[in-house]
Each structure stands twice: as structure tokens, then as C-alpha cells.
């Protein structure tokens, strides 16, 4: 079993408030690994805290081996992690292309922009975006502000910028909130496809969608991991009753 | 005839300052409200440090840069006279130098503030600016402080026509910034940037280094808007500091980019002529306009509270400005949305 993603004791407060007390958890290489949690059970503070847009205040992080413990995000990004938000950040006024090619790896050389070299690289990203749009179903919409686009057509947005990075882990945060059922259960479909070449770290609350493509699974509450396995994690006494008490 | 050269003047100058404003705030989304710090960088390396240039290789020396720029003045002009040559070598040189300068001093005034968030990042660049704006007033080793300095008449060989020839050569630089600016922000690159202003957070999730890009943007529209502190400068023929206002380096800048549309090169010269165009009328009837309107304050501050009440209206009721920003469809896109069309109709 081979892990791409490990923490180790890791640890983020808020004044004082405890939103990841000492949290260990591997993700495993080609592999669909799910977290879920009541509201505010952390999930979201370890997907910020992992991808670097927190600052952990203990433990570690590895990835890939390395460790990547309080590294910047556009640094992590690099190393091959691409996570989404769990509230959709559109690039406002971009089309919807254009956010798309904004996460192609090109771009940031004033020299080629002044010397014209970004044409190819320009080609390609556009036909690799209009794949995943076609995908999608957003193709329609690639000349359309992001701004105009609907809650469940951003969550799209947000997976299909994420889609153009060449990345080892995607961290979707709620990747089909929103999306109708049917597009949700094609978009995990397409997780499972992609598999071969990447691992998936799932943040959702759709559990009748999402818990068939799911290899692994970490419940959260309180910023800590009470429970991990497959389904039978549901059967757990911990857990049913932090979900009982969630819903009371 | 004399109002079309002052309109060509400006509309030159306030087109290079402007839309180097734009690369930075209507691309970037650098609220660089020190804007004016670049322009008299520009100014500086024409009134300080050309001056002084010319001084060691001419052997001239004074007690002080007000004397030496007299003296450097007089002995290249009369140069320049005999060697055309020698004057458009140094008009290049301090272009050069100012471009170089300006884009050090964008480099190393942001970075203080280059982490911050947009507000603070504005209200740090305006500080900044305005520090050294009363340094370089106030201190006469600069460029003379109040009393200014001399600068060289690189242009003095043509004669009657001087002016004239140095306008067209200040149209040509804002032309050739234009030809520049379109082709980096119609790039990539440029889109990259937009995607700066609408969220860092976003671009950092995308791999990319917004201090970076930051560091970027803010070096190369320093460096444009040097050059048009050196061109006034040099077309001027001195260097006084305080010139380099805030009111017209920094708030005026702003106005024509949010007039003609922020992210839209095409709509910043329409702010920048509107602007000027403006400008002149008023300067040439605020006298008459006061007395026809009977206001109660002097004619001086009319221009300014115009203009100050029209980058309200802007912001109020047409904040996109004359012209809306466009996306980026560059070549690339417009070949393959063709050939997809093309697939899709067959």
C-alpha cells in the first residue's frame, strides 16, 4: 500500500479553538479516499491546512514522501497537489475558458509574452480545456463570464480548473454539491477513470452519491479522526452518535 | 495651434503614465496609489544622475547640483549644437537609465507591502511616495529641491521646431508603450494577471507566485512610467519636484483609467484624451466658467473639484468606464473554437 499523502499529529488552532487536534491520516496512492463529518468537524481546516493556505501549528505534513509542512500553496500546487474550494471562487469576470487556462502550467514568463513563445502551449491548453468542458457540460458556456454561471455550474468550474493541472492528488472540498445526480455520479465516474493516474482526497456530504466510488474513508468530528475503514465505519458507535447529535 | 501641441503633449505623456496605471491596477489590481513616485524617479535619473553623468565627463564640477546642471546645460548644448548625435545618445541614455531606475524602484518599494492585501497594499505605496516626494522637495542634493535643476536641450539642433519634434517623438514613445502593453496584457501572461486582481487565493491553487507576479507588474509599470517622467523632464528642460504632485501623477492617472475602462488599453486613451481634453478647456476658461457660474472659491481649485466630483460619477454610476474590459481571445483560442465549430457543423 502506497501512500502519496501522510499526516502526522497535525494540529491548527483558532484562538481556542481546536480545529485539527493531532489528526493523522494516509492517503493512498490511486486510491478514492473520502473524508466526512458534521459541519465544523474540521474537514475544510485539514484540506487548507494540507494544500498550505493555513499555517499548521503542530505536526507534520508529507507528500509524496517529502515534507511539505507549512510550504506555500502555489509550492504545493507545484509539487502536484490541486484541491477546489468548498465555496466555489470563480475568477469573476474571466470567461469560463479563461479560468480554465488560468490553471494550465503557463503563463507567468513576462519574456515570453513579450516574445510571443506562449502560442503552442496556448493551443494546447485550449483544446485540453474544451475536452474537459465537452465533460463537463459547460462547453456551451466557454465564452460566458464566470460570474453569470449558476452554484451548480461553479462547483463544475471548480473541478474542471482543477482538471487541468497535471496533478498526483486532487483535494475536492464538496466537488457535487449542487451538481444534479446524474452529472454528480458521471463527474466520480470520471474520479474512478482517472485513477491509473492520479489519488483523490474527497471532502462531500452526498453519501448516497459519493460512498460507491469510495475506497477509504476518515470520519472527522471535533478536529479529530474518530473512525476510518470502509463503510462499516457508519456501523461505529462513535460515529452514529456524533451524526445523531449533529442532527438533534 | 498651440492648443493641439498642448493636447499632443499630454495626451503623450498621461498615455504612457496611464497605461503603465493600467498594467498594474486594471490588470494586476495594484492599487499603486504612489504612482507619481515613478515618474519623478524618472525625472530623478534626467535632473540628478544624467547631470552629474555629464559633469565627470565633461570635468565639470560645483558645489552644488543647482550650479552643476547651469553649467552642464550651457557646455552640452553648445555640443549638442556642433554634434547632433551626441544629443539623441543622451536622450537614449536617459531614457534607458530612467526605465531601469523606475523598475528598481517599483521593485524596491513593493516589496515592503508586497504580501499585503489590496488596501493596505495602496495606503503603504501612497506612503511611500509621498516620503520620497518631500525627501526629494525638500532636499536640494537630489535635484535642487524647490529651486530644481537644469537639464540638457538634447533636442537644441532642431532649431524653431524643437517643441514640435519633441512632441512627435513623446507620441511615438506612447505609441510604442501602447504597441507594448497590448501585446503582454493580450497574452497569458496577461490573463494571468487579471486572474491576480479577481483572487490571489485562486491563482496560488493554480501554482502560481503572486509575489512574484506582483514583483513583476510593478517593475514594468515603474519602468513605463519613468520614461514619461524623463520625457517631461527633458522637454521641459529642468527638474523640479514638486511637479511631481500626487494630485497629477497619481490621482489624474487614476481617474483616465477608471474613465476609459480599468483592463481595457483601448479605453484608458480614450480617458487619457477626454481627460486632457478637458484639462485644456479648463485651464483656458476656468476664469470665465468661475465668473459665468458665480462660484464662491477661486478659479484654482475649480479643476481639481471637477475632477475629483467626475471620478465619483465614474465609480457611482459607470464604474467599468467608457470602455468594458475584454476577455483574452488570443490566436490560439480563436483557431481552435474554429476548428470545434467547424467539427460540430460537419
Known sequence: MEIVLKTQNLSKFFGGLKALDNVNVSIQKNKITLIVGPNGSGKTTLINTVSGFYKADSGKVFFDGKDITNKPPHEISKLGITRTFQIPQPLKKLTVLENLLVFYNYGTELIEAVNGKWKKKESDATEKAFKILEFLKLDHLWDVQAQNLSGGQLKLLEIGRALMRESKLFIADEPVAGVNPVLAHEILSRFLKLKDEMSFLLVEHRLDIVLKYTDYIYVMANGKIIAEGREEVFEDPKVVEVYLSAKG | ?346
Open chain 2, 1 to 346: 495651434m498651440e492648443i493641439l501641441f498642448s493636447f499632443a503633449l499630454w495626451f503623450g505623456l498621461y498615455a504612457i503614465v496611464a497605461l503603465s496605471l493600467n498594467l498594474e491596477y486594471g490588470f494586476a489590481g495594484i492599487p499603486n496609489f504612489g504612482k507619481a513616485l515613478a515618474v519623478l524617479v524618472g525625472a530623478i535619473s534626467v535632473g540628478g544622475i544624467m547631470n552629474r553623468i555629464l559633469a565627470y565627463f565633461y570635468g565639470i564640477s560645483e558645489d552644488n547640483v543647482i550650479s552643476l546642471s547651469s553649467s552642464v546645460r550651457g557646455i552640452v548644448n553648445d555640443a549638442i549644437l556642433s554634434d547632433p548625435v551626441l544629443g539623441i545618445v543622451i536622450f537614449l541614455s536617459s531614457i534607458t537609465l530612467a526605465s531601469l531606475l523606475g523598475a528598481v524602484a517599483g521593485v524596491i518599494f513593493i516589496l515592503p507591502s508586497v504580501k499585503l492585501k489590496q488596501d493596505y497594499l495602496a495606503i503603504t505605496l501612497l506612503a511611500i511616495s509621498e516620503v520620497v516626494f518631500l525627501v526629494t522637495n525638500y532636499s536640494t542634493e537630489i535635484v535642487g529641491g524647490y529651486y530644481g535643476v537644469s537639464v540638457p536641450d538634447v533636442f537644441t539642433f532642431s532649431g524653431n521646431y524643437r517643441n514640435t519634434f519633441f512632441i512627435l517623438v513623446i507620441l511615438l514613445f506612447a505609441f510604442l508603450v501602447y504597441f507594448f502593453v497590448e501585446r503582454i496584457s493580450n497574452s497569458p501572461f496577461g490573463r494571468v494577471l487579471k486572474a491576480m486582481r479577481e483572487n490571489e487565493d485562486v491563482l496560488k491553487a493554480s501554482g502560481k507566485n503572486i509575489i512574484v507576479l506582483r514583483i513583476k507588474a510593478a517593475a514594468i509599470g515603474s519602468a513605463i512610467a519613468s520614461i514619461a517622467g524623463a520625457l517631461f523632464s527633458l522637454y521641459s528642460l529642468n527638474v523640479i519636484a514638486s511637479s511631481f504632485t500626487r494630485v497629477e501623477w497619481t490621482f489624474y492617472p487614476f481617474l483616465m483609467v477608471l474613465l476609459g475602462g480599468a483592463g481595457n488599453n483601448k479605453g484608458v486613451l480614450a480617458g487619457v484624451a477626454v481627460f486632457v481634453f478637458a484639462k485644456i478647456f479648463l485651464t483656458m476658461f476656468k476664469f470665465e466658467i468661475t465668473a459665468l457660474l458665480n462660484l464662491p472659491f477661486e478659479a484654482i481649485w475649480f479643476e481639481y473639484m471637477l475632477f475629483g466630483i467626475l471620478m465619483f460619477l465614474v465609480l457611482y454610476y459607470k464604474p467599468e468606464g467608457i470602455f468594458k474590459e475584454k476577455p483574452i481571445f488570443t490566436k490560439p483560442i480563436k483557431k481552435v473554437v474554429y476548428k470545434i465549430s467547424g467539427a460540430k457543423n460537419n
